[in-house]
């Protein structure tokens, strides 16, 4: 019998080490060390196959042709903008996101599309066939070169791709994959790194694009080691609040693409369908004369969004003012609550704020500044900000609103919308080329905004 072999692995890093510490020495997160045990014949079979040496795969870069199609479509607008214009032949792709956020449908909704011409593996190692095919029939996809394989056996699914040689390979989800030679649990960091592993060497040499979906853990990280992360070509993130029916898909991570792009999507009874213009969905529900709102423009990608910023400022019946933020950095919210009563006199110590940003956006560029310090003193002196006016800017710790990026994309897409005034940084007003149907006004600091408002 083999003898085994037990290690100790960090779940944030793969720091591995023979015995257990309550911290680990790496990354110096606490109770993250969990037990791996490995056969040290699995281990004696793997370095010995790796005596063979294979030089096959070295090609001089003037004989590699670049004449093939590179990407597939996968038919939904906001998912091949985010992956870079589509799908790169040969590359893995990492989706991850919350339980039940509808991984799991993109990857449907997509595999319907590439199944109209093209030959598709989808493997589940947590439904039965029955569930697929139920799945499958609420979001219309139905056609014979879909392929579902009920696996957990990373082995048995790499095989099966190299003797049917699919043209697109999906996999929900990679925590549920094991690889025999390896005595872990499903999950584990070791399993989940090797398996990831011949996954990737599988779809790099038969150059065949691999969707994984990934597990998140409690922090929104995906669950597993970093170094998954590291070897995949691209990592996404499906973001989104329960309670709303938008979702939001990011690229941390793109080898063939901009990490700055984002697809939006609402989720429906037919699955998820495109939002094309996010700025307008967002603000159909939008009240007006209302105080402690205002409406800022800020660049996901190349795309500008308008997003309403809502506050609520009240007095406090306890000691300690409250203070809550939904969507927004909320040490950014106390720097700029900070700079509100230090530089321009607005008391919030005693004052409870809430800060909101509908719809479940996450803003988290700096030219939200404005609006949400415009927003915090109408909701202060309970006068509302005129509703056609859009407020751009970075707040600097004496109240000075400094200049941000791409601002003609950002005022042509409020004069779209109908707005009719848009405040931004004085600095950015000599990078305007263009003429916009809507009244610009450029101010140096926040008390000249709130002057030309209040």
């Not at 589940?124 to 029955?130: I, N, R, T």
């Amino acid at each position: 019998m083999a003898k085994l072999k037990t290690t100790y692995i960090c779940s944030n890093c793969g720091y591995s080490s023979p015995k257990w510490y309550g911290q680990c020495p790496q990354c110096k997160e606490w109770n993250t060390l969990n037990e791996e045990i490995e056969s040290k014949s699995s281990i004696a079979a793997v370095s010995s196959s790796s005596k063979t040496h294979n030089f096959s795969s070295v090609t001089p870069v003037t004989d590699i042709t670049t004449d093939d199609e590179l990407r597939y479509k996968t038919g939904i607008g906001e998912f091949d903008r985010v992956l870079g214009g589509g799908l790169v032949k040969g590359s893995v792709v990492l989706l991850s996101g919350d339980p039940g956020i509808g991984k799991s449908t993109l990857l449907m909704q997509a595999c319907g599309t590439f199944a109209d011409d093209k030959s598709v593996l989808y493997v589940s190692g947590e439904e039965s066939a029955k569930q697929l095919k139920l799945r499958a029939e609420r979001l219309s996809v139905n056609s014979s070169k879909l392929s579902v394989m009920t696996e957990t056996d990373v082995e048995t699914v790499c095989e099966y791709i190299k003797l049917n040689k699919p043209e697109v390979v999906m996999i929900d989800s990679i925590q549920t994959m094991s690889h025999n030679d390896i005595q872990s649990s499903p999950g584990s960091v070791t399993q989940v790194r090797e398996c990831t592993n011949l996954l990737l060497r599988v779809g790099k040499a038969l150059d065949i694009p691999i969707i994984i979906v990934g597990h998140v853990n409690k922090d929104g990280a995906i669950a597993g080691p970093k170094v998954m992360e590291h070897i995949v070509d691209a990592v996404l993130y499906f973001e989104g609040e329960r309670n709303y029916a938008y979702r939001i898909l990011r690229a941390v991570k793109n080898r063939f693409g901009s990490t700055n792009e984002i697809g939006v999507f609402e989720m429906n009874d037919i699955g998820l369908s495109e939002v094309e213009n996010p700025s307008a969905a967002l603000l159909s529900e939008r009240n007006t004369n209302v105080s402690g709102n205002c409406i800022s423009c800020v660049m996901e990608g190349s795309r500008p969004i308008l997003a309403e910023v809502q506050s609520l400022v009240s007095t406090s019946g306890y000691g300690n003012a409250k203070r809550q933020s939904t969507g927004f950095d909320f040490n950014r919210l106390s720097l700029l609550l900070a700079v509100l009563e230090k530089r321009f006199g607005y008391r919030f110590s005693s004052m409870d704020t809430y800060l909101n940003i509908v719809g479940g956006l996450k803003l988290d560029e700096p030219a939200a500044d404005l609006a949400v310090a415009l927003a915090l003193v109408s909701g202060l002196i309970d006068k509302n900000v005129p509703d056609d006016i859009v407020a751009i800017g970075e707040i600097g710790l004496s109240g000075e609103v400094r200049s941000v990026s791409r601002i003609s994309a950002r005022i042509s897409e409020a004069a779209r919308l109908g707005f009719g005034r848009c405040i931004v940084p004085r600095s950015c007003l000599k990078q305007i080329k263009t003429k916009v149907d809507i009244e610009v006004i450029g101010v140096r600091n926040l008390h000249e905004a709130i002057a030309n408002i209040f």
